[in-house]
């Protein structure tokens, strides 16, 4: 079920806070929410996956002339299918190693156009005309949909709006686009190679939209290893999803929801049939490099005493990606 979010800005009172409930317990209870009405319009979203496949459709050399670089930071440039393999941190959260498994996806990431840590790697007009600047503005308007995100979660958890403002006041955010080429389904059949591997992200919230191909699952937080289909097929479901720095935060309050990109929906595993492509994009927000991860200090009680130590969300993003990359 998708929660409308113009219960938040236009409800009454009674609304709004039945809004900021309900997202609370669907990422509680299903390790992610679907929203509607957040405010990024079909005709924006219509027009940007139409950037997304032309920039995909480019050839290889041309994305080559913004490649990510072989480390995994900064976040930056086109990733080739195989140089990012998120099978390399599926364990982490289980205490497990590397899994034997290859992503079979291509990508390009951005940050803020005013970032001035890390510069961004821009596709040139002449590749493709006005895409850059296409993207930053995209990327202020996904963030004008997070604050309210991050504001009915605050609201949600009883903890101060406005902190958890200031501690994302930099927008230090990551907009990530994806395309899983066609593959046969006989290709994922064994497990070393899958669309996206299991794992959690780093930052506070992802927001997630996909094409109707489908195929994006999230973990049931109610039973370890199963994982159920998120099965959008409408574009403008933006599909949110916690991540490890919420988690700290609020000293597991909110856990990180689990996911992975796998076979969509209704396609026989044990068949030769063809996998469509499927485009997908995800905005990975971020707090402030310098904040501390250290769990906000109305989450740590005698009954749930501190479970994290003291890390800075940059050095905690860097821990974690380190083993990202092998370009
Ligand atoms: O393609 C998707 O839907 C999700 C991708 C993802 O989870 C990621 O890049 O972290
Ligand atoms: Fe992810």
Same mark, same amino acid.
């Given at each position: 079920?998708?929660?409308?979010?113009?219960?938040?800005?236009?409800?009454?009172?009674?609304?709004?806070?039945?809004?900021?409930?309900?997202?609370?317990?669907?990422?509680?209870?299903?390790?992610?929410?679907?929203?509607?009405?957040?405010?990024?319009?079909?005709?924006?979203?219509?027009?940007?996956?139409?950037?997304?496949?032309?920039?995909?459709?480019?050839?290889?050399?041309?994305?080559?002339?913004?490649?990510?670089?072989?480390?995994?930071?900064?976040?930056?440039?086109?990733?080739?299918?195989?140089?990012?393999?998120?099978?390399?941190?599926?364990?982490?959260?289980?205490?497990?190693?590397?899994?034997?498994?290859?992503?079979?996806?291509?990508?390009? +990431?951005?940050?803020? %156009?005013?970032?001035?840590? *890390?510069?961004?790697?821009?596709?040139? /007009?002449? $590749?493709?005309? !006005?895409?850059?600047?296409?993207?930053?503005?995209?990327?202020?308007?996904?963030?004008?949909?997070?604050?309210?995100?991050?504001?009915?979660?605050?609201?949600?958890?009883?903890?101060?709006?406005?902190?958890?403002?200031?501690?994302?006041?930099?927008?230090?955010?990551?907009?990530?686009?994806?395309?899983?080429?066609?593959?046969?389904?006989?290709?994922?059949?064994?497990?070393?190679?899958?669309?996206?591997?299991?794992?959690?992200?780093?930052?506070?919230?992802?927001?997630?939209?996909?094409?109707?191909?489908?195929?994006?699952?999230?973990?049931?937080?109610?039973?370890?290893?199963?994982?159920?289909?998120?099965?959008?097929?409408?574009?403008?479901?933006?599909?949110?999803?916690?991540?490890?720095?919420?988690?700290?935060?609020?000293? +597991?309050?909110?856990? %990180?929801?689990?996911?992975? *990109?796998?076979?969509?929906?209704?396609? /026989?595993? $044990?068949?030769? !049939?063809?996998?469509?492509?499927?485009?997908?994009?995800?905005?990975?927000?971020?707090?402030?490099?310098?904040?501390?991860?250290?769990?906000?200090?109305?989450?740590?009680?005698?009954?749930?005493?501190?479970?994290?130590?003291?890390?800075?969300?940059?050095?905690?993003?860097?821990?974690?990606?380190?083993?990202?990359?092998?370009?």
């Amino acid at each position: 079920m998708a929660l409308n979010m113009d219960k938040f800005h236009f409800g009454t009172k009674d609304e709004k806070k039945r809004f900021c409930r309900e997202l609370l317990k669907s990422l509680k209870e299903r390790g992610f929410a679907k929203i509607r009405s957040h405010g990024v319009f079909k005709t924006v979203l219509d027009i940007q996956f139409d950037y997304i496949r032309r920039f995909f459709s480019l050839p290889l050399d041309v994305k080559m002339k913004v490649k990510h670089p072989a480390q995994a930071t900064p976040n930056r440039g086109y990733s080739y299918v195989g140089q990012e393999n998120v099978g390399n941190i599926s364990g982490f959260n289980k205490g497990l190693g590397p899994a034997n498994t290859r992503d079979i996806k291509e990508s390009i +990431d951005f940050g803020a %156009a005013f970032d001035d840590l *890390v510069e961004n790697i821009e596709v040139p /007009d002449e $590749d493709l005309y !006005e895409f850059q600047v296409w993207i930053d503005g995209l990327f202020l308007k996904l963030c004008e949909t997070q604050r309210h995100i991050l504001s009915a979660l605050a609201i949600a958890l009883g903890i101060d709006a406005s902190h958890l403002h200031s501690i994302h006041g930099r927008v230090e955010n990551e907009f990530r686009l994806l395309h899983y080429p066609a593959i046969p389904a006989s290709e994922l059949r064994d497990g070393t190679a899958t669309r996206c591997a299991e794992h959690t992200d780093f930052g506070t919230i992802t927001l997630i939209f996909q094409d109707a191909v489908s195929g994006l699952q999230v973990e049931d937080p109610s039973e370890p290893g199963t994982f159920r289909d998120v099965g959008s097929s409408n574009l403008t479901d933006l599909i949110l999803i916690a991540g490890d720095s919420l988690q700290r935060l609020t000293n +597991d309050t909110v856990k %990180a929801g689990r996911h992975r *990109v796998t076979y969509p929906p209704g396609v /026989d595993k $044990d068949s030769d !049939e063809m996998i469509p492509e499927r485009y997908s994009m995800a905005y990975f927000v971020k707090a402030d490099r310098k904040t501390s991860l250290l769990p906000l200090k109305q989450f740590i009680t005698d009954e749930n005493p501190c479970r994290y130590e003291d890390v800075t969300a940059w050095d905690y993003n860097n821990q974690r990606s380190a083993s990202l990359y092998e370009g």
